[in-house]
């Protein structure tokens, strides 16, 4: 079966536990994903990741804010970059039902100082999409890979959608409403420690939001990775972009 979906895309070239990581990916194409942003400390510390859907407005995990991003890098996909740039958070804006990464709703806005771009074309709407199962999709991020420390380029892997009920049946019937599955389940690919927040990314559209897999366990366990699915807080995401401001 196919799930109807209106989501937000990209027009670029396109946990229960913090963060995750990227297990069995490669390094991303320079310039290829240049909507993805490193939530970054005060001192320059890669906390999660999210990417850009206006030029001053980025998506992440709700969990994330309880690391306290203080700004983010954008410009490079290697942390280290001389192209990159550190821009300030403005403000942070969790969704109002979000409690505990468990119960779903992990979700994040994130409103930086300045603009990043000159013009707002950076998303759009597409309606009459559809995620199919075992649609081959992408997930990227700097957190962890299998055998190192976090890394400093942008790693990504591909990853399969996997049907809903076979995913709420690997997750013992203890999955949040509103998640999309994909990678972590009959396969070695899939993301880890410090990819939270980061998207999930199906024919050139964000989908869905890294938000936790099982136990923290990126060796990889028969147990899908689980993204907040955007589609489902399109309405509150528009009513941000709008008032530019937290939605009451």
Request: net charge positive; aromatic share 8%.
């Amino acid at each position: 079966t196919s799930v109807h979906c209106d989501l937000v895309a990209l027009r670029f070239a396109l946990e229960k536990f913090h963060g995750f990581k990227i297990i069995n990916g490669n390094k991303a194409p320079e310039n290829s994903m240049q909507y993805m942003v490193s939530l970054q400390s005060k001192f320059g510390f890669h906390l999660c990741g999210g990417f850009l859907i206006r030029e001053d407005v980025v998506v992440t995990a709700a969990h994330c804010d309880e690391l306290e991003p203080y700004q983010i890098l954008v410009g490079s996909h290697n942390l280290k970059g001389s192209n990159r740039r550190l821009i300030k958070i403005q403000s942070r804006c969790k969704h109002p039902d979000y409690k505990t990464v468990g119960l779903g709703n992990d979700i994040m806005l994130l409103k930086v100082s300045i603009s990043l771009s000159p013009t707002a074309d950076h998303f759009t709407k597409h309606k009459n999409c559809y995620n199919s199962d075992n649609q081959i999709c992408s997930v990227a991020g700097w957190g962890k890979t299998l055998n190192s420390h976090d890394v400093d380029d942008l790693q990504v892997v591909n990853v399969s959608i996997i049907n809903p009920k076979v995913c709420q049946q690997q997750w013992n019937n203890e999955l949040p409403p509103n998640v999309i599955c994909a990678g972590g389940y009959n396969t070695n690919k899939g993301f880890c420690q410090g990819d939270s927040g980061g998207p999930l990314v199906c024919d050139g559209k964000a989908v869905g939001v890294v938000s936790f897999n099982r136990n923290a366990n990126c060796n990889y366990p028969d147990a899908p990775n689980v993204y907040t699915d955007i589609s489902k807080y399109l309405p509150w995401i528009n009513k941000f972009l709008m008032e530019n401001k937290c939605p009451l």
